[in-house]
């Protein structure tokens, strides 16, 4: 008879054998290993350790070889594998209509943004936009629960799936998804707190990632420009839709030394976030302004 903890050790072991990396939402193959074991069995992540010694289900084997399958040979993140994904404690659909929610900004949002965002004041209009999944403005509808939220993507499969992450969390009262090219469809100064991760990956860098980045939607990674195209013109963008007091959070990851070079009289100001992450800015409305009266934008 297996137990869970024998299964663990040698899913551990497959998964190190066959070179997979961890790039979406897990740490290491022990973690993925988690999630994969878990998800074949039909358990929620959060499991007491007494379930280490307990049999692993025979009628979860057949299973957990298709994930197997799926993560090592055809090389699909564990999150495409569950058409599941976690991100701020919330629980997502996930599939290749999408990128696997993964963005450090989540953390920083279910915070309620703080220090940047004053505390106690509520939002009317928060935007996602570049939304995909949805993921990261649904973590702003709870953290923020007097707020509108807005999703908006260019890619009709990715709204499709935001849709549906909308009604698993019972969120259509205040929550819609919308078509739109960046912020065009957006009214100008409206927006309280606009959470922006484009695409921000150039064409040279598309080519050298792991083939289980190969797997997400190029549209949702790769930009024009060193991947820059996208976040200069949504920090353009924001001058317009964001509301005097207004909040940008970009997020363009290693990007942001070519957004530099891009906008070199911009002082942009990286965060240092808890959970780890690069390239993201807490930008207010007034810098904005600022920057654009001044021609540096």
């Not at 499991?47 to 055809?74: H, Y």
């Not at 150039?202 to 996208?230: K, V």
């Not at 963008?237 to 970009?250: I, Y």
Request: hydrophobic share 45%; glycine share 6%; proline share 7%.
């Amino acid at each position: 008879m297996q137990t869970f903890r024998t299964k663990l050790s040698q899913v551990e072991s497959v998964l190190q054998n066959a070179g997979v990396y961890c790039g979406h939402g897990y740490e290491s193959v022990a973690d993925e290993a988690v999630a994969l074991v878990l998800g074949a069995a039909g358990l929620l992540p959060e499991q007491p350790t007494s379930l280490l010694d307990q049999p692993f289900p025979e009628d979860a084997d057949t299973q957990l070889a298709n994930l197997l399958d799926r993560r090592c040979v055809q090389r699909l993140p564990v999150a495409y594998c569950l058409q599941e994904a976690y991100l701020a404690g919330l629980r997502f659909i996930s599939d290749d209509r999408a990128l696997v929610p993964r963005s450090p900004v989540s953390h920083a949002v279910a915070e309620c943004l703080s220090p940047w965002w004053p505390e106690h004041k509520v939002p009317s209009l928060i935007v996602d936009v570049c939304c995909g999944g949805g993921s990261l403005g649904l973590v702003a509808a709870a953290a923020f629960p007097g707020a509108t939220v807005l999703l908006s993507d260019l890619d009709q499969q990715a709204l499709s799936l935001a849709t549906e992450n909308i009604i698993l969390h019972d969120q259509s009262d205040r929550v819609s998804a919308l078509r739109a090219d960046l912020t065009s469809a957006i009214q100008s100064g409206c927006v309280d707190i606009l959470l922006a991760n484009p695409p921000y990956v150039s064409r040279a860098e598309i080519a050298q990632l792991p083939p289980e980045y190969r797997a997400e939607p190029r549209i949702a990674l790769e930009a024009d420009a060193e991947g820059t195209e996208l976040a200069v013109s949504l920090l353009q963008e924001a001058v317009r839709v964001l509301a005097p007091d207004g909040l940008m959070l970009l997020e363009v990851g290693e990007t942001w030394m070519a957004l530099e070079d891009r906008l070199p009289r911009v002082p942009f100001l990286w965060l240092e976030l808890p959970q780890g992450g690069s390239g993201v800015a807490a930008i207010s409305a007034q810098e904005l302004r600022d920057w654009d009266a001044a021609g540096i934008l």
